[in-house]
């Protein structure tokens, strides 16, 4: 079935540090690609998507690929700040079943100042 | 604009309860889904409905049920709680639930069984 496999966290960063978490996939056809990240005590708040191949998902400095040919999604940020302490999670939405998400297990991102 | 509402935020209940979850979605959005978020199980899809239309499920036992009003606003009921109930569930609205859309989620109800 459809799965999403995520780097192993935690993972702890300088402030200004470059940062990539890095994402793979295993679904069948097109699905969409997404990065959610939840703070503490909160829901997930959708950080950016791609829809097809080679499509960049960009927001809040963060970027990623949708890349097909090597099945992968990884999230880049070039300068984090203590702000972007939080976990983040990978996901795909299957082209056969839209409505349905499909998350990584999650990466734990702290940072510090 | 208002963004997904959950109530309650916190709820403890006894095994062998029931219990019901609310969710109200962003005006405008038809699509409302549910998912059971644990430590040892991440995150996992518990069901979508569209138009008062259950449209996907995912692998829970009966026990969980769901359904949605005419304004989109949807309940998520379990019956007969066990201990591995207690978790974050979380209520997530679209317009249409077509992929691409991605979804907003609320900021969960957080179920313990006692």
């Known amino acids: 079935g459809d799965s999403v496999t995520q780097m192993e966290g935690p993972v702890t960063l300088s402030e200004e540090a470059f940062l990539t978490i890095n994402c793979t996939y295993t679904?069948?056809?097109?699905?969409?690609l997404f990065w959610y990240v939840q703070y503490p005590g909160e829901g997930l708040q959708l950080l950016l998507k791609?829809?097809?191949?080679?499509d960049k998902g960009s927001n809040k400095g963060f970027e990623a690929t949708y890349r097909k040919e090597t099945t992968s999604f990884h999230l880049e940020k070039g300068s984090v700040q203590v702000s972007d302490s939080a976990v983040y999670f990978c996901?795909?939405?299957?082209?056969?079943?839209?409505?349905?998400?499909?998350f990584g297990s999650g990466t734990r991102l702290s940072i510090r100042p | 604009k208002a963004g997904v509402t959950q109530t309650p935020r916190y709820l403890i209940k006894t095994r062998g309860q029931q219990v019901t979850l609310s969710c109200s979605p962003i005006?405008?959005?038809?699509?409302v889904s549910w998912y059971q978020q644990t430590p040892g199980q991440g995150l996992q899809f518990l069901f979508e409905?569209?138009?008062?239309?259950?449209?996907n499920k995912g692998n829970f036992p009966g026990r969980f049920s769901g359904r949605q009003f005419s304004n989109s606003r949807s309940e998520m009921n379990v019956s007969t709680l066990e201990l591995g109930d207690s978790a974050l569930y979380l209520c997530?609205?679209?317009?249409?639930?077509?992929?691409?859309?991605?979804?907003?989620f609320g900021s969960g109800t957080r179920l313990t069984v006692v």
């Open positions: 409905y569209f138009s008062e239309t259950q449209r």
């Open positions: 005006s405008g959005h038809r699509s």
């Open positions: 996901a795909l939405s299957p082209y056969s079943s839209a409505s349905k998400i499909i």
């Open positions: 679904a069948t056809g097109y699905p969409s």
């Open positions: 791609a829809t097809k191949a080679d």
């Open positions: 997530a609205s679209s317009l249409d639930g077509q992929s691409g859309d991605g979804y907003t």
